[in-house]
């Protein structure tokens, strides 16, 4: 399956993290000594059921790399328009292609596994649109301090995933819903209302479900589609915030140290294990069982000789 990480934002003076990109892509802003959508790719790169990466937003001056085979394409100033850019690129590399990620740039905590395991279970149906979500208790016992907002349902609060599985057609069709959906992601009151004011009344009274609301966005779509529940919270841990940016820099920086000293200090233990017979037969000395062994043998003898 191939990727599409989006990648065009570029904040604005007026908006939180233009203090950090210095009116550059929000996707190379430094994270842990990488581009934040550098720690995207590196797990599609190592994602099994990730084909090609096409990176909408970026050139190849950026600087990012990826082990799978990567095509640039240009902003086209609004995220539909790049996930169409993407979808079309898609088709152009493969025409048979029916189904796609959809990644963002900003999520620089996502694992290869995590991408594989959405791709999996996603594939065991066939609908059009598989929409991630997180549970709040995931989301905060994760990352406790990331300050998320979240949608409350009368069975759960969650918070959306960036990281989607899509149909193809869904490219093509009701792209003025699509629309008013992606350009209201950060409220969930006015995304309900674009699907209904019914709707929009029994969220805002508590007697919404999260399986009402998918039968709700698909009747009004015409579509079939499936919210995909996370037990992982890095999928939804975007970065908008400066406070989400340093939770990540720690957090990822953490990782880093971790998986370098981790491998030293199992190669110590063998070596250490490996010395212990080498120092015996240094000093001439036997290994103990060795040692034991022929105690008892000549112990045999000796009796035998006795009778």
């Known amino acids: 399956m191939d990727a599409i990480v989006t990648a065009g934002g570029i904040p604005q003076p007026d908006e939180p993290l233009y203090a950090y990109s210095h009116g550059d892509s ?38 990012v790399s990826c082990k799978k085979p990567v095509y640039y394409i240009s902003n086209q100033g609004r995220m539909l328009a790049n996930i169409v850019a993407g979808v079309n690129k898609a088709l152009e590399l493969d025409p048979k292609t029916k189904y796609v990620l959809v990644v963002s740039a900003d999520i620089p905590a996502l694992k290869a596994h995590m991408v ?35 949608t409350k349902f009368k069975d759960m609060q969650i918070c959306g995933s960036d990281i989607n599985v899509s149909h193809v057609r869904m490219a093509t069709e009701h792209l003025d819903m699509w629309e008013r959906l992606i350009g209201n992601r950060k409220s969930p009151l006015r995304q309900a209302a674009a699907i209904g004011l019914g709707t929009a009344f029994l969220l805002l009274t508590g007697r919404l479900t999260l399986a009402d609301a998918v039968e709700r966005v698909c009747q009004r779509l015409g579509i079939k589609g499936r919210a995909i529940i996370w037990n992982h919270a890095e999928p939804c841990m975007d970065v908008d915030k400066p406070h989400q940016l340093e939770l990540m820099r720690e957090d990822l920086a953490r990782q880093e140290r971790d998986d370098s000293s981790g491998p030293k200090k199992t190669a110590a233990k063998r070596t250490v ?35």
């Open 273 to 307: 294990k490996a010395k212990e017979p080498t120092s015996r037969s240094r000093k001439g000395l036997k290994p103990k069982a060795s040692v034991k062994k022929e105690a008892s043998v000549s112990v045999t003898k000796a009796k035998a000789k006795a009778r």
């Open 26 to 63: 929000k996707a190379l802003i430094d994270v842990a000594g990488k581009p934040m959508v550098q720690w995207v790719l590196d797990a599609l790169s190592d994602a099994k059921q990730v084909d090609n990466v096409i990176i909408v937003g970026l050139s190849p001056k950026s600087g």
């Open 116 to 150: 594989d395991w959405l791709v999996n279970t996603a594939m065991e149906t066939k609908d059009d649109l598989y929409y991630g979500v997180c549970p709040r208790d995931v989301m905060e016992a994760r990352f406790p301090n990331s300050k998320r907002t979240y």
